[in-house]
């Protein structure tokens, strides 16, 4: 399985909003509902942002949303603020027990 | 609140084997498949393995698959990697994680693995 393809660096200035795409197969993002995104400060554990594609766990911020066409994901961040500066990875269900994480992006807040 | 701390890590020489612990605290531990996630100093994660919680089903990755060994303890809450064969691209932080349903919402603080001579 090979890594998904996202933008290895996104910004913004505060207030914006910013788009991270998330590009895979038919196999694997376009085969199944079930990309999550975590977001990642350096030294820290991954956070889960995004489940199932377009759900929100209990406290992440509704400024944090998920779509999917066909086989790209997406996580847009809407009113960008300084803590979002962090890198974020998509993630993928790809059948038999197997998943695939994206290559990362590395969001800056100008 | 739920609580995963990884324990094993270290400097191992390249062949040489290490065995991963991730211990939990305050969740039904046997209800959800646990994984097993690393990530490369200064790069990308890498899902690595999963188990199921009845611990019928392993999965691994391509990189590692005849190499490591996932497994369960449940009468100790624990969740075991053990790495053999390792190589200087083994090298990195590992993670255990569970969600629910087939994503990673809880994670440990990580273990660090060196592959060196």
């Known amino acids: 399985q090979s890594a998904l393809t996202q933008p290895a660096s996104v910004s913004g200035s505060p207030g914006q909003s910013i788009t991270i795409s998330c590009t895979g197969t038919?196999?694997?993002?376009?085969?199944?509902?079930?990309v999550s995104w975590y977001q990642q400060h350096p030294g820290k554990a991954p956070k889960l942002m995004i489940y199932?594609?377009?759900k929100r766990p209990s406290g992440v911020s509704n400024r944090f949303s998920g779509s999917k066409s066909v086989d790209t994901a997406s996580l847009t961040i809407s009113g960008l603020q300084a803590e979002d500066e962090a890198d974020y990875y998509c993630?993928?269900?790809?059948?038999?027990?197997?998943?695939?994480f994206g290559t990362g992006t590395k969001v800056t807040v100008l | 609140e739920v609580q995963l701390l990884e324990s094993g890590g270290g400097l191992v020489q390249p062949g040489g084997s290490l065995r991963l612990s991730c211990a939990d605290s305050?969740?039904?531990?046997?209800?959800?498949?646990m994984n097993w996630v690393r990530q490369t100093p200064g790069k990308g994660l890498e899902w690595v393995s999963t188990?199921?919680?009845?611990?019928?089903?392993?999965y691994y990755a391509d990189s590692v698959k005849g190499r490591f060994s996932i497994s369960r303890d449940k009468s100790k809450n624990t969740l075991f990697l053990q790495l053999n064969s390792l190589r200087a691209d083994d090298t990195a932080v590992y993670y255990c994680?569970?969600?629910?349903?087939?994503?990673?919402?809880?994670w440990g603080q990580g273990t660090l693995v060196t592959v060196s001579s």
């Open positions: 993630c993928t269900y790809a059948s038999s027990g197997i998943y695939v």
């Open positions: 188990i199921s919680g009845r611990a019928d089903s392993t």
């Open positions: 038919s196999s694997d993002v376009g085969s199944y509902n079930l």
């Open positions: 199932e594609g377009t």
């Open positions: 994680a569970y969600g629910d349903r087939r994503y990673f919402q809880h």
């Open positions: 305050g969740f039904a531990f046997d209800l959800y498949a």
